[in-house]
Every structure is written in C-alpha cells, then in structure tokens.
T-cell receptor, first 112, second 116 residues
C-alpha cells in the first residue's frame, strides 16, 4: 500500500460547480498536510497548508483533515476554468523525516 | 527575485550520454531538492541538500549524482542516460523544513528530458 493515495482523474466539472479532491494516507505520523496546484508545463505551487486536524479556508478553497480516517480533502467553491490544473496533496512528519510525501495528483478540468 | 530557475527547459539525450541539469535559487534558501515526475505520477525525490556541502539520497537516486558547493546552486548530473530516465525534473528549495509553520517548497519550472 502506498503511503499516500490520490485518484489521478481526470475530474471534469462545469463552471460554478463545487469540487472535492481527496487523498488517503496510511502513515499516522503525518501532521503537516499541503495542497499544491500545478498548471500544465509548470512547477507545483503551494495552495493550502494545514497542521494536524481541522479545516482551513482561503477564499474559494477549503482544506479539511480527518486524522481519524486518515483522509484529507480540498474543496473548491464556484469553480472557474482558471482552476483547471493538477492538484497534488503532500504530507510530512514533524521532526526527523520532514521531506513531504506527494500523492499522484488529480487532474481537474473546469469547462465553461 | 527570480525564485528557482532551471536550465535547460528541454533536452533530448541519446542512451549512454551524460548531462547536467542546472538549478539556481536566489532566495538564500538552505534546503534544496531534486524531484522527477513521470506522467500521471507524483513527485519522487531523487536527492536533497540541507546546506552547502551536504547532500543525501532520496527515494530514487540510482543513475544520478548531485553536488552543493554554494547555497544558490544544486546541479543534478546524469551519467550514462537510460530511457527510464525520461521524465520531467523539478528542482525545489525551502528556507527550512517544509510543512513546519507553513514553510513551503518553491519549485522551478522543470526540465523535460527525453532519452532515446
């Protein structure tokens, strides 16, 4: 079993839809959870960061962590064509092994 | 600040050739990383460095070498290129340990490498 599982998609939605992107993980020591957005032929850029459990909201984006289920989500409200990108989850363990482990990424297509 | 820059953007290599992928950052970051990304796959760590003169292996180091003689530069060397090394290579940097207190990795634009 991979440490971080993420459905690669593609996920195709109409403009204005609410999008839910998810990752599951097996390592209960993960405490830092990140979502990166990667546009085609570009490097990833950090979108959201959360520590431990709970929700974090930033504009149209909400990151949610459920440590009991080892499940994290990224919600995008009122999705726009400019949100079309690959979204990678990443997570890391505080202390020694701090290098993030990345999911495969989910390709999102928002069509007008 | 230019951030993280990588050269070349694209390269075709023949099997057995060697090349160096260049990476430079101007943010005075201590930590630097090399990843490869295959289609539909996540980022796999090749090598990383926590400061000048210090490097360590990641998940997939075979066939690659690195050096870190300055804070700014972290070149990745491919010796004896193989078709399995066809990939997109990303260099990244961070000031400190990523994740802690929201510290993020900053990624370069990538180098697309094709080995034929």
């Amino acid at each position: 079993q991979k440490e971080v599982e993420q459905d690669p998609g593609p996920l195709s939605v109409p403009e204005g839809a609410i999008v839910s992107l998810n990752c599951t993980y097996s390592n209960s020591a993960f405490q830092y959870f990140m979502w990166y957005r990667q546009y085609s032929r570009k490097g990833p850029e950090l979108l959201m960061y959360t520590y431990s459990s709970g929700n974090k909201e930033d504009g149209r984006f909400t990151a949610q962590v459920d440590k009991s289920s080892k499940y994290i989500s990224l919600f995008i409200r009122d999705s726009q064509p400019s949100d079309s990108a690959t979204y990678l989850c990443a997570m890391s363990v505080p202390g020694g092994s701090y290098i993030p482990t990345f999911g495969r990424g989910t390709s999102l297509i928002v069509h007008p | 600040n230019a951030g993280v820059t990588q050269t070349p953007k694209f390269r075709i290599l023949k099997i057995g050739q060697s090349m160096t992928l260049q990476c430079t950052q101007d943010m005075n970051h201590n930590y630097m990383y090399w990843y490869r990304q295959d289609p539909g796959m996540g980022l796999k760590l090749i090598y990383y460095s926590v400061g000048a003169g210090i490097t360590d292996k990641g998940e997939v180091p075979n066939g690659y070498n690195v050096s870190r003689s300055t804070t700014e530069d972290f070149p990745l060397r491919l010796e004896l290129a193989a078709p399995s090394q066809t990939s997109v290579y990303f260099c990244a940097s961070s000031y400190s340990k990523p994740g802690r207190d929201g510290e993020t990795q900053y990624f370069g634009p990538g180098t697309r490498l094709l080995v034929l």
